[in-house]
């Protein structure tokens, strides 16, 4: 994926994660998925599925199409697990 979308995706998640000082593994464990799935997304070597779109978006409390409506800032509502 090195399109610009997938580019924007890519630092947009990235961005985040380093927001909230979270390794690649803490993150994958609120999104639900595989912890070596989010170092494939920054590097721009996976596309998300729709289902980890939805999976990214409900761990940070934003809805899909904010998550990737990148001209617009996230107020993201992070749920991190206990």
């Given at each position: 994926m090195s399109s610009a979308i997938g580019k924007k995706f890519a630092y947009r998640l990235k961005t985040l994660r380093k927001k909230f000082g979270l390794s690649q593994e803490e993150l994958a464990e609120i999104f639900d998925v595989d912890p070596s799935y989010i170092g494939r997304l920054e590097?721009?070597?996976?596309n998300p599925s729709l289902e980890t779109l939805e999976r990214i978006a409900n761990g940070i409390g934003v809805k899909v199409h904010d998550l990737i409506n990148f001209d617009k800032e996230l107020e993201v509502n992070l749920k991190k697990p206990h």
């Open positions: 590097r721009l070597e996976r």
